[in-house]
């Protein structure tokens, strides 16, 4: 239990890396313990542990994909798969003593906001009982993630297949593709990856792809025996290259920009992809698979070995949508029809339905999807805060996906700014309820959406950015560095914070001594001497003090 609030509790929906960075957070740097983890799945690792397709992998290197406060030295690769990544947060789990927080195979049906109790009502359902229960809790976070919920895609004769017929995000392992003809829905990055994957044992593979899409190469090399040694013994050589992916995945950025430097970059990447396409794929494909959409208004993909696969005698690219699903097979548009064992459907997440399927209410008795259908789409304040709801808070919310950069920074940026904006001020005692205001909230929105107009973002294409109103409620209009320099340090003035003790800076000096970790309060300690070295501290002096206190404390940036 905590010492500053013995009062305070929390609720955290989800134990994969967003759930796993706000509970290393308060129990290892706030020292709060009372908090419990719902995952509906049977263990942690969120979509790596949902998402176990052939070829499963991240197109992001592992350095990055990382927890800051755990980096592995051991990567076997650049670009790791599925098993390796989800050992990893398995063992990061361990490692902070994580583990007896977490409730698997629950799943949070929904909650309520408790006025006079000033507390979140959650509804779960043990998914091994059948048994609905309750439980409340002062702070609920919800960290679901964005790619385990499959969308919901209706082919008309869905119903009448004969064959298998799963999701990417739902594959039957039980059933073996060896020897199969295999059917392969979609063409994003699940589909890029399952086709050369099942090509390999598959009779015969076929790719319904109605577009095209951005291919770049996706160099991967082993890390070999010396590397993993000095990324073991000497870790800031392990920082250096962690700083140096991030700083040049986000230069990269600037190429979704209408700016003169984006509009040149990304005429030179769309013109580097479409050689990397006709110097790999069969001429036949090469019109089929080069878009007519700007390069980033979908999501571009790091060949796995996908154009190499077309190659194949086993596999075929249909570049048509479907008609019907028959009993054996599928017909497409133009009626082509073929006969099937599986059908793969590799048709991408609801990403822009955020928190589905669960049924929040907030304070005026409406819920929170509700809310946001009378908005016209998902939006919080900095992806974090909704108003209407206290004492809540998202991680990886609307607005907060990095354009070209690691989703998982993105999720420690925001529970690091949920962790400072919500549950700093409860166990202070600074409040009791903590909520976003409103115009605070619309203008942020506004702001977002008014940068996002003239990036690719809003090319015309059909992608999963854009939801059901017409509004990109997903991508964050700038550099992941950017995300992290505006929600470092909270707005207090956002927010409506009710029953205070007048005790309260009291709390706070004692957490803060209690709780900074060591380097900072020496770190402290040496720019407050710094300042008072001289005889008299002039007005420029003291600026150019402070400078270097503050300096000096965000040494502590997560990025290395």
Same mark, same amino acid.
């Given at each position: 239990?905590?010492?500053?609030?013995?009062?305070?509790?929390?609720?955290?929906?989800?134990?994969?890396?967003?759930?796993?960075?706000?509970?290393?957070?308060?129990?290892?740097?706030?020292?709060?313990?009372?908090?419990?983890?719902?995952?509906?799945?049977?263990?942690?690792?969120?979509?790596?542990?949902?998402?176990?397709?052939?070829?499963?992998?991240?197109?992001?290197?592992?350095?990055?994909?990382?927890?800051?406060?755990?980096?592995?030295?051991?990567?076997?690769?650049?670009?790791?798969?599925?098993?390796?990544?989800?050992?990893?947060?398995?063992?990061?789990?361990?490692?902070?003593?994580?583990?007896?927080?977490?409730?698997?195979?629950?799943?949070?049906?929904?909650?309520?906001?408790?006025?006079?109790?000033?507390?979140?009502? %959650?509804?779960? &359902?043990? !998914?091994?009982?059948?048994?609905?229960?309750?439980?409340? +809790?002062?702070? =609920?976070?919800?960290?679901?993630?964005?790619?385990?919920?499959?969308?919901?895609?209706?082919?008309?004769?869905?119903?009448?297949?004969?064959?298998?017929?799963?999701?990417?995000?739902?594959?039957?392992?039980?059933?073996?593709?060896?020897?199969?003809?295999?059917?392969?829905?979609?063409?994003?990055?699940?589909?890029?990856?399952?086709?050369?994957?099942?090509?390999?044992?598959?009779?015969?593979?076929?790719?319904?792809?109605?577009?095209?899409?951005?291919?770049?190469?996706?160099?991967?090399?082993?890390?070999? %025996?010396?590397? &993993?040694? !000095?990324?073991?013994?000497?870790?800031?050589?392990?920082? +250096?290259?962690? =700083?140096?992916?991030?700083?040049?995945?986000?230069?990269?950025?600037?190429?979704?920009?209408?700016?003169?430097?984006?509009?040149?970059?990304?005429?030179?990447?769309?013109?580097?992809?479409?050689?990397?396409?006709?110097?790999?794929?069969?001429?036949?494909?090469?019109?089929?698979?080069?878009?007519?959409?700007?390069?980033?208004?979908?999501?571009?993909?790091?060949?796995?070995?996908?154009?190499?696969?077309?190659?194949?005698?086993?596999?075929?690219?249909?570049?048509?949508?479907?008609?019907?699903?028959?009993?054996?097979?599928?017909?497409?548009?133009?009626?082509?029809?073929?006969?099937?064992?599986?059908?793969?459907?590799?048709?991408?997440?609801?990403?822009?339905?955020?928190?589905?399927?669960?049924?929040?209410?907030?304070?005026?008795?409406?819920?929170l999807h509700d809310q946001w259908k009378e908005c016209r789409g998902a939006q919080a304040y900095l992806g974090t805060h909704v108003h209407n709801f206290p004492n809540f808070a998202i991680i990886f919310g609307p607005n907060t996906f990095p354009a070209n950069n690691s989703a998982l920074f993105a999720c420690e940026t925001q529970a690091d700014y949920a962790v400072k904006s919500l549950f700093k001020p409860l166990m202070d005692h600074r409040a009791t309820v903590v909520e976003v205001k409103q115009a605070a909230e619309d203008r942020e929105t506004n702001a977002i959406h008014q940068q996002l107009k003239n990036t690719v973002f809003a090319g015309d294409c059909s992608n999963w950015y854009i939801g059901d109103y017409g509004r990109n409620a997903?991508?964050?209009?700038?550099?992941?560095?950017?995300?992290?320099?505006?929600?470092?340090?909270?707005?207090?003035?956002?927010?409506?914070?009710?029953?205070?003790?007048?005790?309260?800076?009291?709390?706070?000096?004692?957490?803060?001594?209690?709780?900074?970790?060591?380097?900072?309060?020496?770190?402290?300690?040496?720019?407050?001497?710094?300042?008072?070295?001289?005889?008299?501290?002039?007005?420029?002096?003291?600026?150019?003090?402070?400078?270097?206190?503050?300096?000096?404390?965000?040494?502590?940036?997560?990025?290395?």
């Amino acid at each position: 239990m905590s010492t500053y609030n013995n009062e305070l509790s929390a609720i955290i929906i989800g134990a994969g890396p967003a759930g796993i960075s706000v509970a290393y957070r308060l129990k290892h740097e706030l020292g709060f313990h009372d908090f419990t983890i719902y995952e509906k799945l049977d263990g942690v690792g969120g979509t790596w542990r949902a998402n176990t397709y052939p070829g499963c992998g991240c197109d992001l290197q592992s350095h990055l994909y990382s927890f800051s406060f755990n980096p592995n030295p051991y990567w076997s690769k650049q670009l790791c798969e599925q098993p390796e990544i989800l050992q990893y947060i398995e063992d990061t789990v361990d490692k902070f003593d994580l583990r007896p927080h977490v409730h698997s195979s629950v799943e949070c049906l929904g909650a309520t906001w408790l006025g006079e109790e000033s507390k979140w009502d %959650v509804h779960l &359902k043990d !998914l091994k009982t059948g048994i609905s229960y309750s439980r409340k +809790a002062s702070v =609920l976070v919800s960290a679901v993630g964005a790619i385990s919920f499959p969308r919901d895609v209706k082919f008309p004769g869905m119903e009448n297949f004969k064959g298998h017929m799963f999701h990417t995000a739902r594959w039957d392992h039980s059933v073996s593709y060896k020897g199969k003809r295999v059917a392969v829905i979609g063409n994003g990055c699940s589909a890029a990856q399952v086709v050369p994957a099942v090509a390999e044992e598959a009779a015969f593979v076929k790719q319904y792809a109605r577009s095209g899409q951005w291919f770049h190469a996706r160099p991967n090399r082993d890390y070999t %025996v010396l590397e &993993k040694f !000095l990324f073991r013994w000497f870790p800031l050589w392990q920082r +250096a290259l962690r =700083l140096k992916i991030f700083l040049d995945a986000d230069e990269e950025t600037t190429t979704y920009f209408p700016t003169p430097k984006g509009l040149r970059l990304r005429a030179a990447m769309e013109e580097e992809a479409r050689k990397y396409i006709n110097s790999k794929v069969p001429p036949k494909y090469s019109k089929a698979l080069i878009p007519k959409f700007p390069l980033g208004c979908k999501r571009r993909i790091f060949d796995p070995g996908y154009l190499d696969s077309l190659n194949l005698r086993n596999v075929e690219l249909l570049p048509e949508g479907i008609k019907e699903i028959t009993e054996t097979g599928i017909i497409s548009a133009s009626g082509v029809t073929d006969n099937f064992d599986i059908i793969v459907l590799a048709t991408g997440f609801q990403v822009s339905q955020f928190l589905t399927p669960m049924h929040i209410v907030g304070t005026t008795g409406v819920s929170l999807h509700d809310q946001w259908k009378e908005c016209r789409g998902a939006q919080a304040y900095l992806g974090t805060h909704v108003h209407n709801f206290p004492n809540f808070a998202i991680i990886f919310g609307p607005n907060t996906f990095p354009a070209n950069n690691s989703a998982l920074f993105a999720c420690e940026t925001q529970a690091d700014y949920a962790v400072k904006s919500l549950f700093k001020p409860l166990m202070d005692h600074r409040a009791t309820v903590v909520e976003v205001k409103q115009a605070a909230e619309d203008r942020e929105t506004n702001a977002i959406h008014q940068q996002l107009k003239n990036t690719v973002f809003a090319g015309d294409c059909s992608n999963w950015y854009i939801g059901d109103y017409g509004r990109n409620a997903a991508s964050w209009p700038g550099m992941a560095r950017s995300f992290w320099f505006r929600t470092y340090f909270p707005d207090w003035s956002a927010f409506n914070m009710t029953g205070a003790s007048p005790w309260w800076p009291f709390y706070n000096a004692w957490r803060v001594a209690t709780t900074t970790p060591l380097y900072l309060k020496l770190s402290l300690v040496c720019a407050i001497a710094y300042l008072l070295s001289g005889q008299t501290v002039g007005a420029s002096s003291l600026t150019a003090g402070l400078h270097t206190l503050r300096n000096t404390i965000l040494g502590g940036f997560r990025l290395v």
